[in-house]
């Protein structure tokens, strides 16, 4: 079964959930052209979240998206902490900040029963999560309004697991892909395969649909994709310069430079592998670091350096999330962009 | 154009030169099949290597490739290969080796003006390159006699920089790959990206024709690779199991187990990274690891505990080279792989 069927929408073409760089406005655009948009909720407050919720409901009919991140949220390692402030500790003397001043804590929530609560109002007809699946009484919930749950697999193991607790389909997320890699059953990155590589093993190894994401970025991607048996493609870095998008402008402007032709897997913005292309602090620390706290800890004390020097019009400390192929980036409203993903 | 056109075959596949588990036998099949058969001569002596030219030139009136390593070969550092014969004293002690009885030295030579004489004799239709290029007196060598020039690129810039050089096709060679990354601009592994982004990026950036290598695994994935602009496909993984590799016994049964699923990079086995399965060694002093010293120099070292482990029927030290995607490994005449992986 094609994704357009599973979903009941017109083109093959999901817009991957970006937290960080777009609100419902994205989705929306995405949804209403006739693929799915997506509303990434992990940095979401409940009271924000009912607003975009509600304006979705208003702006589209459409099916659309949202998206929750399910990790489990570490307990406090005062030990790591510090160790964390002692690498960044010549950052705050050269930005003048009070390392005292800099609250701790998380900024990235996992999907609660809050939350699903909220969502029941709405009935999203899909729900996808990053890092597995919540409980099974969460997604139950989830499910009793008929939602579509998703999920990303990293490895064909993965994909089997999501398969067995209940996902509908999975997303194929090879390591070409920007943002956080969805990786759940292991911490080795040796683990992390190519989209090439990935999705037919995964489309071999389930019978639940297989979408897949991670290095397409135009109309041939998408068509190779379907030549290797995927129901339909999840795409994020090409929506970046879209203007629906909240990309920064900095962002764009690395986006659009030779920068991204080289990103790298960095645990230092959240704690978690994620990808983007290398900002200050990747290149002195390397990007992949024992430094950082645990998921999503690392954040916080990031915050003010990014400021400071984003006030001084740095990415030195940025998010500067990008897969491994921005080439279809372009500055082109999302309905358009969409419609020529799947322009087949 | 294709590289049907461009080496005057029937089908868009090469089959990839793969050092240490193929000889002539396999390229002669490949190419008797309409395919493009090629022969790895990184690990072979003059005397070897003009009795395998002679055989194809006996068995196949079909286009065929050589292939070379053009490293140049490192200053031996007796402080290097001290340390790498103390990381391996745990093992020489286990299998009862003397460590002075192990020899130094190479086993991989990259191409020469010997090796141009001998081959100008049997003016090869095609020859490929794998670490970027020899010298422009060498490749004019080369090109004397009508032979296309092919390299591997794993990143846009290396593709540029080949095509500035003088390749006449240039290898998209993505991560996914078994063997040797051909990586030789940098020696950054964050460098080191996916087909499925890779391959769209370097058919933009040059003129020549561009060859997808990495992932590809069967006829949906040939198909794939030329829907993202590829002029043709090199596999070499799928080709293992056919009766006309030399693969060992023990590669063999590892590829036909859930071994292949969980492939890494290593530079233990020669000194330069690598994909393969995991073995011991891999596992226990890390796929990635400061030990060893530089290209081609560490194999000598493994030599004994490769031979000793295998004697017992382990492949602790052995080299199990594989690409991410070993699903399409069948046990089968190389002719109908070849004609299989075509069948669009």
Redesign the interface.
Known sequence: MNIQELFGIALPIIQAPMAGVQTSALAIAVSNAGGLGSLPCAMLTADVLRAELEAIAAQTRQPYNVNFFCHTPPEPDPERETRWRAALAPYYAEFGIDPASVPTGGGRSPFSAELADLLQAFRPPVVSFHFGLPSPELLRRVKSWGAKVLSSAT???EARWLEANGADAVIAQ???AGGHRGIFLSDDL??Q??????L??VV?AVRIPVIAA?????A??V???L???AAGVQVGTSYLLCPEATTTALHRAALKSGRA?????TNLITGRPARGMLNRLMKELG?LSAAPPAFPLATAALAPLKAGAEQRGRDDFSTLWS???A?GCRELPAAELTRALAAL
């Open positions: 490895t064909v193991a090879g390591l070409e040796t683990t395969i190519g989209t090439m590589a990935l037919p093993q071999r991670g290095g397409i970025a135009d041939p991607g068509k190779a994709a030549a290797l048996g032709e080289h990103t790298a897997l990007p897969g491994q192929n080439s």
